[in-house]
């Protein structure tokens, strides 16, 4: 899968479609590079996450034409690339404390050749003019972007700021099960948000191995669904 290394740096292809042999729309697998350096900060490679939600992305590639797209902590934005070539108006976001994140994402859609894809400097909690700027949305993508749990509101306070502006907006979204002692269910409360939990089976996720990659490995990755609580 690396198609080059040199200091950490290497460029993995990801493969939709393959093992399914999906072809009910004349296309039957979508590949995609995402250029990562291991062994740096947190959004410098693939996540186990972003493969769970790439593939749900990728599972419903036919709902996506023409859909405003934002993905929030997007790092090497996997989940946002294949929405992107799959027909979704995708803006990628990570923080705006972060350029080489930034960076990262504009490095993606580069090697995927999708360069109208916006990269915006999105800091979770901070109502800043690039999140006062965006359009309303249909989707918002998430993968691990549930790991500090002194992030969790902040991230959450985003979301229902963007469900102001469109309150028909789905937040999809992956995290890791890393602790049984967290939780979101007060803040989705506080923010009057609702969560559907999606099986990984509904969505040909349940696989160590999936787009052809060694992820999510052993990892425990669930997949919701946030949405206004009023929908
Ligand atoms: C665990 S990584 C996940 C990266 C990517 N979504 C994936 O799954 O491969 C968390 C991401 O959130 C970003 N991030 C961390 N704190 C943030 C904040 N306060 N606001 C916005 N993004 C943040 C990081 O830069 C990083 O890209």
Same mark, same amino acid.
């Given at each position: 899968m690396c198609e080059g290394e040199k200091s950490g740096f290497m460029v993995r292809q990801y493969t939709f479609g393959k093992e399914t042999g999906?072809?009910?729309?004349?296309?039957s697998e979508l590949v995609v590079f995402i250029p990562e350096i291991l062994n %740096?900060?947190?959004?410098t490679y693939v996540w186990p996450c972003a493969v769970v939600l790439a593939q749900y992305v990728w599972f419903h590639r036919r709902e996506l034409t023409g859909k405003k797209i934002l993905e929030i902590g997007?790092?090497? %934005?996997l989940p946002g690339v294949v929405a992107a070539k799959c027909g979704g108006e995708v803006i990628l976001s990570d923080s705006a404390e972060l350029p080489q994140c930034l960076e990262n994402c504009h490095q993606s859609c580069q090697m995927n050749g999708i360069l109208e894809v916006p990269v915006i400097g999105l800091t979770w909690g901070n109502i800043a003019p690039d999140l006062l700027a965006l359009p309303p949305l249909d989707i918002i993508l998430g993968s691990?972007?549930?790991?500090?749990p002194e992030d969790f509101e902040d991230v959450l306070s985003s979301v229902y700021f963007l469900m102001q502006k469109s309150s028909q907006a789905q937040f999809w979204t992956s995290y890791q099960v890393r602790s049984t002692n967290w939780s979101i269910e007060d803040l989705l409360y506080k923010w009057d948000l609702k969560c559907t939990d999606v099986p990984l089976m509904t969505f040909d996720a349940h696989s160590p191995h999936l787009a052809g990659s060694d992820?999510?490995?052993r990892h425990t990755v669930k997949m919701m669904i946030i949405t206004a609580n009023n929908i």
């Open positions: 999906e072809n009910e729309d004349g296309r %740096s900060q947190y959004g997007a790092g090497v %934005s691990d972007v549930f790991y500090e992820l999510p490995g």
